[in-house]
Nanobody, 116 residues
């Protein structure tokens, strides 16, 4: 069972990045999946999530509404986060996550740095 995140990097304010998370060993569509982020000295924060495919509901934290879009490709078993209009305060390590009952899987984190 593994979640492999990718797509982080350095981007200027106002720019865009697309994060991807590939799942292996389980089916993402059966899980609540999402993205979290963490900066040093602060708690990990939920950014966005999608409920299982059977009745997909979407959540975005207020600070990213209208700028970030979460999506899941059930055919590829991947989760993505399109991030537009990035701000310096979006700088963090981003983690993908999948939860179902007592099962709770985390990706390894990918660093997003928004700076000029």
């Amino acid at each position: 069972v593994q979640l492999q995140a990718s797509g982080g990097g350095l981007v200027q304010p106002g720019g865009s990045l697309r994060l991807s998370c590939a799942a292996s060993g389980f089916t993402l569509a059966d899980f609540t999946v999402g993205w979290f982020r963490q900066v040093p000295g602060k708690e990990r924060q939920e950014v966005s999530c999608i409920s299982p495919s059977a009745g997909s509901l979407y959540y975005y934290t207020d600070s990213v509404k209208g700028r970030f879009t979460i999506s899941r490709d059930d055919r590829k078993n991947t989760l993505e986060l399109q991030m537009n209009s990035l701000r310096p305060e979006d700088t963090a390590v981003y983690y993908c996550n999948a939860q179902k009952g007592r099962l709770n899987y985390w990706g390894q984190g990918t660093l997003v740095t928004v700076s000029s």
